[in-house]
């Protein structure tokens, strides 16, 4: 009976390290995206002058963010581009993994998307891509040092528990 609980708790506090490891790396491949999404939507905007609605559904098609960009679409009507967009990459942000900052910095786009020109629109979208590729290399490298480092300390930390109860 022994044996069976300091497996049982060995295997959780594996599986918590490697499930922080996860939402690590998640959140790499979600930035990776976001960056490409916005410059997808930068380009949908200021190059074939699509409507912002349409703009939005193209850019969730192409790259699918966790619905940021479609949910915002849905939603412009009822709540207007800015209320749209920050509701949905509030309710949204969890879901890819985005910690506060990365939300917050597309809580800033939303704030100056469709209320200016297409010059302005562009400046504000390439902006906020160099924040979040500046986040993403420091999410990159989170992962590289503490990755691995979180994975192993979960198979330690349960490893010496279970030593200590039997």
Known sequence: MRLIGGACIIISSFFIGC????????????LRRVIS???????????????????????????????????????????GLRGAWRRSVTESGGAAALDDGDVEILLSVGDRLGST??????????????????????????????????????LLCGMLTALLLL
């Open 117 to 154: 020109d297409s010059e302005n629109q562009r400046l504000n979208l390439e902006g906020a891509r160099e924040l979040l590729k500046r986040r993403l290399e420091e999410a990159e490298a989170d992962y590289t040092q503490q990755g691995r480092l979180y994975r192993n300390c979960g």
């Open 19 to 30: 499930t922080v490891s996860r939402r690590m790396r998640r959140r790499c491949e979600s």
């Open 37 to 79: 999404a916005l410059e997808y939507l930068k380009t949908r905007i200021c190059v074939f002058d699509c409507t912002m609605k349409r703009a939005l559904y193209d850019t969730e098609n192409a790259y699918g963010v966790c619905g940021i960009f479609s949910s915002a679409a849905d939603n412009m009507d009822r709540d």
